[in-house]
């Protein structure tokens, strides 16, 4: 009894323990969605808030908000890039660890960006600016070779399976033509436009016909000498003569029907015909 109380005690512990865990792993998922969708928010209202100020603040302040939005835009790009190409190649980790070097850098001038925005004093951005473009352009050009080796790699390899499936297609394919090797070499009847076997003609019939017609009179398949036409698909027989009359004696007879048998008068000799005068 004890023994039975000490096991549903354990697996009750078990089962708690069980619970607990799957409970926090629940929350931490759901922390890291909403953090997600959150951060996705916090971008789509600063993009949308540098692009209103590209256009509606010329001068040093648009010119910032135009350096921030196309750093942003081509991190983001790489990023989506190199993360859905890494799932499938694995040799895509070390540009992806060098990416993850460059948006240091990229983070680096967006916040140095940033500051300058709040920067009360117009002709020290002015100045800054040439110094942070060329940063920018640096950057920018780095994230694009990295997106773009990346996308033409998968490419490349789209493109090495498509000619691999096609080789294969086309040796299946003609796999299931086998006929028309056989049927090249003879009668152009058996063949169709592109190779395919003519109306009423089975495959094989070519060649079975050639071979039939190399052994003139003589074993299987000779063909009749006169005229040249028709095949024999088998061995010759011996001549059967014209259409004659059935023989009735030779009437095949069933189960069903009854003998006719012959009756003959008793007493009376066969073929004695009238009465005795």
Not at 211 to 234: L, Q, V
Not at 238 to 260: L, M, Q, V
Request: charged share 30%; hydrophobic share 40%.
């Amino acid at each position: 009894m004890e023994a039975a109380v000490a096991v549903f005690g354990l697996l009750f512990v078990l089962f708690v323990v069980a619970g607990v865990f799957v409970t926090v792993k629940a929350v931490q998922a759901a922390k890291r969605g909403v953090d997600r969708k959150v951060a996705q928010a916090r971008r789509t209202v600063e993009d949308t808030t540098l692009r209103a100020r590209q256009f509606t603040q010329p001068g040093v302040v648009g010119e910032l908000a135009q350096l921030r939005l196309t750093l942003r835009t081509s991190m983001r790009a790489t990023q989506e890039v190199l993360r859905a190409g890494s799932a499938d190649d694995a040799s895509l980790a070390e540009a992806v660890r060098l990416f993850e070097q460059l948006s240091a850098h990229g983070r680096e001038l967006d916040d140095e960006l940033r500051r300058l925005e709040r920067e009360p004093s117009k002709p020290t951005i002015a100045a800054r600016l040439p110094e942070l473009r060329e940063r920018l352009e640096r950057i920018t050009h780095s994230a694009e070779s990295l997106r773009w080796a990346a996308r033409d790699r998968a490419r490349k390899f789209a493109e090495d399976d498509l000619a691999a499936l096609s080789d294969q297609i086309d040796m299946e394919a003609g796999a299931l033509r086998h006929w028309t090797d056989g049927a090249v070499g003879g009668d152009p009847q058996q063949r169709g436009v592109d190779g395919r076997p003519a109306a009423g003609s089975r495959p094989g019939t070519g060649s079975a016909a050639a071979g039939a017609g190399a052994g003139t009179g003589s074993g299987f398949g000779a063909a009749p000498a006169s005229g040249g036409e028709g095949y024999s698909w088998g061995p010759l027989e011996e001549e059967a003569p014209a259409i004659t009359a059935r023989d009735p004696r030779t009437r095949p007879t069933f189960s069903w029907e009854k003998t006719s048998q012959r009756e003959t008068p008793r007493g009376r000799p066969e073929g004695s015909g009238g009465i005795a005068g």
